[in-house]
């Protein structure tokens, strides 16, 4: 179980990083909206990474959380951002990925 609530911890990590990208591009009072937004995944993501810590290694929950927000947000500066999907960034984001797995994998 706890290892889903890392995941979810991941996954609003990348939140809290499209919404410093999302504050980029914004102007006005819509840029309140995105540091709202920034704030309240950062404190989902770092109170999941608290609770996934009580049963999991600390080392291992906190690769594993950093790599998925690492890939997150490569993957969304792609997609959303209009970043270069070159060959060695897909390259080295696939390593990160087996690295994660294999953390998995090795831990307790």
Wanted: net charge neutral.
């Amino acid at each position: 179980m706890n290892w889903i609530v890392l995941i979810i911890a991941g996954l609003f990590e990348v939140a809290f990083t499209f919404c410093l990208g999302k504050v980029k591009e914004s102007t006005g009072n819509e840029v309140y909206f995105w540091y709202a937004g920034f704030i309240m995944a950062l404190i989902i993501s770092m109170g999941l990474l608290m609770k996934a810590i009580e049963s999991l290694p600390i080392a291992t929950a906190y690769a594993v959380w950093t790599g998925i927000g690492a890939v997150g947000t490569v993957l969304l500066g792609i997609l959303v951002f209009n970043e270069p999907a070159t060959f060695w960034r897909l390259f080295f984001i696939s390593t990160l990925i087996g690295s994660i797995i294999g953390l998995k994998i090795v831990s307790h």
